[in-house]
């Protein structure tokens, strides 16, 4: 025997009581008319006591056989008395079942005698004896050598058989198992049994109980049944075989649940007795297969050191860790002092295994139709509804239970089917309280207002006070059998609760009853009693069911309407660009598109439109977005956000389409009722992580502004595209843990599996706890990065918090490869081309500069000029780029963003940074340049750029501490001022230090002003600049900047300068400027306004770079001002006036 087996032997010994509550478990009580076993040897071997188990198969109206159908999910309950999954013991519980459709079970049954069946298979009568095992398998277990490797302790065998055990040291026979199978798990040997699920209080021992369980292993056995390995048997020409796999897939495999020592009640986290739901095997067995249950309850103690799992029968006799009785003095203070004390240990039970069985059931045949809404057959769950307990108080009961429904507080879809059936007796001790007839089981179903109440709800429709459903089932035929049980021949005026006819108390019906399948029709909670066993103050028999929407249901409601919504706006989409691209065609006319003036032939001239203009003003041609106000609005969103529109359609159908592909993937997969809301979410998550990367990428997106579908898609919004995934990630996250924690309740409440072990016990479990909370720290960050704030006497910069904690995306990243099985589909490309930046930006940020000429040119802003180290090339560049600047001095990681201030045409490139003392990185910068408390210097000309920088020289500039200081730069990157020359009009609003990208942008165009030849495009460029600072000394950092622009005429005829100032305003200091100067705020709607009519007709490009209140007011003023599209349709003009608003986001 191979050892790998063995390994598990010790740690599946069992010490405890166990007993089946549902389905009614037997312990070998029959029709027995007491509350104690007759023969507790007549079927099996249990350890139990004589107390437990329920009658069956009684005289008269009490017999019957559960019957389950094959695929509904079963409520299996018990109670073991010595705990588990406490300090005090190990424990495995396993749990088995097998048909009479092997040749070790055939001829399963009860039986009537509860006498021990005769061994002899030509005994007579044998039919009236109970029977599970038959006696091919208890002949060959009693033939078969016992594993020789096993640990006996100090018992003495009385046999070398598989008989004889050291819980069985006698070879004592009960029914015809085997007793070393019952004793062991794994077996060795090929059983009949197949497993169902184990439990262990360690889990690490899960993968060796699945993969050796003989659901998917297969056994080897011997043609003579004496040998028991393969050596022995083919040593002795025998034949080996090797086979019996049930190929049904490993068991489920899980802790147990924790319940107290010399306690027979509920688990201590649920509120439940141990509990299972198994949805019984589908396509496996035949119609009517009698099958049998099993419960295997295993403890042993600690005593056997850290390495019980490996104590074999080298630790036999003399070399026993533990003794029979051993009697010492164990305290060790002296003979007669301290001792000798004997302890209570019998190694015959050191561990002991307990056993419990159910009664005899059948499997039926699934019917083939069943109506189940939008879901198929296949799909719609069957539950079964049932009783547990038996007649008498808690005392004469014990340790079986009173009456109640099982499954408790049973929630399911709409459509459902609940397979509602009970059994009972007629041989309940005679002594046992109850109602109705004594000694017997009945019970029956009603619907009660709450659990509070005892009163059953009417279904009288004149007593009906609201629409409210009453009842679960509109089959008032089911509700009916529910309620009276069909019960005949009754005499409505007996008051003798033993009066056979006494169909109140439910006499005249038989102690089993099969409704049949109900189906779940109705949505609410329903709370459900029996009337003859709900006693208020001496027991209850209540439960609730909750019904809710079936899944399908929902999930093709939502598909259905944004089926719809989507046809809709795809229809809408194709026609507006159908109607653009033809403007001549019907469809132009109804989105009111067309050019109204042209003929088929040509178009109108000027002349001709403006001679008509009166014309067109008194009898405008009626369009759809004149006769509905709506659309025009619509349309006219429409058109100022097509970029953004086209985005978002695509960002919800994507969220959507994730959400319902991984809905309806795992419909079907698991048995818990929100788990495939939870794995909508998680594929929410999985497409949501990755399109998060997109729009941070920015060399990607540098590259895009140069392809021809810049235009189509909103680049300028990257950073709140990445913003607005970021909260669809936090959606995401809470919708899939918040339903994957209602799992775990409900796994609590139904499978008695605690919410830590169902959280905990896996994989997905702790590394997705361990994600959610790096989320929620780079969460956090994020909306701090702006701050500086102090804590515990530290400053931290809240912008180096940001940049360091979002570089927690790498383990989120790797973790989520652990967490979700798929992700990496998902991921995998995303992260290349992450990969494929962060390599480019490695590259690009090795590029080392030195400083040609250093000044403070302003308040509190410091020019740099700056040239490449190597002098090879030239740093290249666009203007109103910007590019990411380190000074490894300061710390060589971190790269801060900045505007290039210079024009491509000089031979240097420059950045003027704002750095006050509450600037960190910044002003440390200026720090290391040695201008700490220096005073603005003169700014360069800005005419043309020198063939050679400027020497560093002046009162300002520090050539001795900075010249040796190399920066490294990242860049350059794209950004929305770039459009610029797009457009033949501009306004470029800059304010404060945001004047930046502007200036680099001024600076090239009034060079190619001075270059440019006939219609360039630069010649042609009308530019409105506006200024907004905080006060007068601001403008000093670019004063004579443009004091130089406005002197050249090429240029000056093309550039309006307007500088506003929002602080106070001393009129003593106040200069005579060639440029337009202004105390207060800019009014954007007289500024539009006066530009949209000097410039009818046009396209003008709004540029800003600013804060977001500024932001709000430009893009308002924009929308505006410019030509309604349906007004455009009744004016002389055949081109809209349109401003075309552009914000700089870093």
Not at 247 to 256: D, K, L, S
Not at 275 to 285: A, L, R, V
Not at 922 to 935: C, I, K, P, V
Request: aromatic share 12%.
């Amino acid at each position: 025997m191979s050892k790998y087996v063995l390994t598990a032997l010790l740690a599946t010994y069992a010490n405890g009581d166990c007993y089946i509550q549902h389905p009614r478990g037997s312990n070998n009580k029959l029709n027995e008319q007491s509350n104690t076993v007759s023969n507790n040897q007549r079927l099996f071997d249990s350890q139990n006591n004589d107390n437990s188990g329920y009658q069956a198969n009684a005289t008269g109206a009490g017999q019957g056989i559960m019957q389950f159908y094959e695929g509904s999910w079963l409520w299996i309950e018990w109670n073991n008395q010595h705990g588990s999954q406490s300090p005090y013991l190990h424990n495995q519980i396993i749990l088995q079942y097998t048909c009479d459709d092997t040749v070790y079970t055939t001829g399963m049954r009860d039986g009537t005698t509860t006498n021990k069946i005769p061994t002899d298979p030509t005994a007579p009568n044998l039919d009236q004896y109970g029977q599970h095992e038959n006696q091919q398998w208890y002949s060959e277990c009693s033939t078969r050598n016992r594993n020789g490797g096993l640990f006996t302790a100090d018992q003495n065998l009385q046999g070398t058989t598989a008989q004889y055990t050291r819980q069985n040291a006698a070879g004592t026979r009960h029914g015809l198992e085997c007793p070393e199978e019952r004793d062991y798990y794994p077996y060795w040997h090929p059983t009949p049994w197949r497993d169902i699920a184990v439990c262990t209080d360690t889990p690490t021992q899960c993968p060796f109980y699945q993969q050796n369980s003989q659901n998917v292993m297969n056994l080897g056995s011997c043609s003579n049944p004496l040998y028991n390995n393969q050596k022995d048997c083919q040593y002795n020409l025998a034949v080996w075989t090797v086979g019996g796999a049930w190929n049904v897939g490993p068991p489920n495999c899980t802790i147990c649940p924790t319940t107290r020592n010399n306690h027979n009640g509920d688990t201590v986290n649920s509120g439940q007795s141990p509990n299972y739901m198994w949805q019984i095997p589908q396509g496996i067995h035949a119609d009517g297969a009698k099958c049998v249950l099993r419960i295997r309850y295993n403890i042993t103690t600690y005593d056997f050191g850290s390495d019980s799992w490996n104590v074999f029968s080298a630790a036999n006799g003399a070399n026993s860790p533990v003794k029979t009785n051993p009697a010492s003095d164990f305290v060790g203070l002296g003979a007669n002092v301290t001792g000798p004390l004997r302890l209570n240990i019998n190694t015959a039970q050191f561990g002991r295994t307990f056993q419990d069985r159910s009664h005899v059931f059948q499997i039926r045949k699934r019917p083939s139709s069943l109506p189940c809404g939008l879901r198929t057959n296949e799909a719609c769950n069957i539950y079964n509804l049932n009783v547990r307990g038996r007649r008498g108080n808690i005392q004469q009961t014990y340790p079986a239970v009173e009456y109640d429904f099982v499954p408790p507080n049973l929630q399911v879809y709409r459509n459902d089917y609940l397979h509602i059936q009970w059994t009972g007796s007629d041989a309940n001790d005679q002594n046992n309280a109850g109602n109705g007839r004594t000694g017997t089981d009945r019970n029956n179903i009603v619907i009660i207002p709450s659990v509070g109440k005892n009163y059953p709800t009417s279904l009288n429709p004149l007593l009906q006070t609201n629409s409210t459903p009453i009842h679960f089932s509109n089959d008032n035929v089911k509700i009916a059998l529910m309620a009276y049980l069909n019960q005949t021949g009754c005499d409505y005026y007996t008051t003798d609760t033993n009066n056979n006819n006494n169909c109140k108390t439910l006499n005249r019906a038989a102690a089993y009853q099969n409704i049949g399948l109900v189906q779940a029709e109705n949505l609410g909670k329903f709370t459900i009693m029996s009337t003859r066993n709900n006693a208020f103050s001496n027991r209850e028999q209540k439960t609730t069911l909750t019904v809710v929407e079936d899944p399908t249901t929902i999930g093709g409601g939502i598909g259905i309407g944004l089926a719809g919504i989507g046809i809709a706006a795809a229809c809408g989409f194709f026609g507006f660009s159908y109607a653009k691209k033809h403007p001549k065609s019907k469809m132009a006319k109804l989105y009111g598109v067309c050019k109204s003036n042209e003929t088929d032939d040509e178009a109108l001239s000027q002349s001709d439109v403006d001679s008509n203009a009166d014309l067109l003003e008194a009898a405008p041609k009626k369009t759809i977005f004149d006769k509905v106000p709506f659309l025009a609005s619509f349309a006219e969103w429409y058109s100022w956000n097509q970029p953004l529109v086209f985005f978002f359609v695509f960002f919800v159908l994507c969220q959507v389409g994730a959400w319902l592909y991984g809905y309806f993937i795992n419909l079907n997969v698991s048995a818990l009722p929100y788990f495939p809301y939870a794995k909508g979410f998680g594929k929410m998550l999985d497409f949501n992580l990755c399109f998060v990367l997109i729009p941070v990428l920015r060399n990607f997106l540098s590259f895009v502004r140069t392809t021809a579908v810049a235009d189509k898609l909103p680049l300028d919004e990257n950073l709140n595209i990445h913003r607005w995934t970021a909260y669809t990630i936090a959606i995401a996250a809470c919708g899939h843990i918040g339903f994957h924690f209602a799992d775990f309740v409900y796994a609590q409440n139904y499978l008695a599996v605690p919410i830590y072990i169902s959280a905990l016990a896996n994989v997905p479990g702790p590394t997705g706890f361990v994600i959610a909370f790096l989320m929620m720290i780079m969460f956090l960050t994020a909306f701090l990065k702006r701050k500086i704030y102090s804590l515990f006497g530290y400053r931290f910069d809240g912008y180096k918090l940001f940049l360091k904690i979002h570089r927690l995306w790498i383990p989120i990243y790797a973790l989520m490869w652990l967490h979700g099985s798929q992700f990496w589909q998902f991921s995998v490309f995303p992260l290349l081309f992450m990969a494929l930046e962060k390599y480019i930006q490695s590259r690009r940020a090795k590029l080392d500069v030195k400083i040609v000429e250093a000044k403070m040119a302003g308040k509190d802003v410091l020019c740099l000029k700056m040239q490449l180290l190597s002098g090879r090339k030239k740093f290249r560049y666009k203007a109103g780029q910007y590019l990411f600047l380190c000074v490894p001095e300061i710390n060589e990681t971190e790269f801060h963003p900045f505007t290039i201030t210079s024009a491509p045409e000089d031979n240097y490139f420059s950045c003027h940074i704002r750095c006050r003392k509450d600037m960190d990185w910044t002003y440390s910068l200026r720090q290391t340049l040695g201008f700490a408390e220096q005073t603005p210097g003169e700014m360069p000309l800005a005419n043309r750029s020198p063939t050679t920088p400027e020497a560093l020289g002046g009162d300002t500039d520090n050539e001795d501490e900075n010249n040796g200081l190399v920066l490294r730069v990242d860049g350059p990157y794209g950004s929305a001022s770039e459009e610029v020359f797009d457009f033949e009009t501009v306004i470029l609003v800059g304010a404060g230090i945001g004047v930046t990208p502007f200036i680099s942008i001024i600076k090239s165009l009034s060079y190619k002003m001075q270059l440019a030849q006939g219609e360039d495009t630069a010649a042609c460029m009308s530019i409105y600049f506006y200024w907004i600072c905080r006060d007068q000394a601001e403008f000093d950092s670019f004063k004579d900047f443009f004091d130089q622009i406005i002197k050249i005429d090429r240029f000056s005829n093309h550039l309006e300068l307007n500088m506003y100032v929002t602080g106070e305003v001393n009129l003593k200091n106040i200069k005579v400027e060639a440029y337009n100067q202004f105390a207060g705020r800019p009014n954007w709607n007289r500024i539009f306004k006066e530009k949209a009519k000097k410039h009818a007709g046009s396209e003008i490009g709004v540029f800003l770079c600013g804060p977001g209140p500024i932001a709000q007011q430009l893009a308002a003023a924009s929308k505006m001002h410019s030509t309604k599209r349906n007004k455009h349709l009744h004016t002389s003009s055949s081109t809209r006036t349109i401003f075309k608003f552009h914000k700089e986001n870093f």
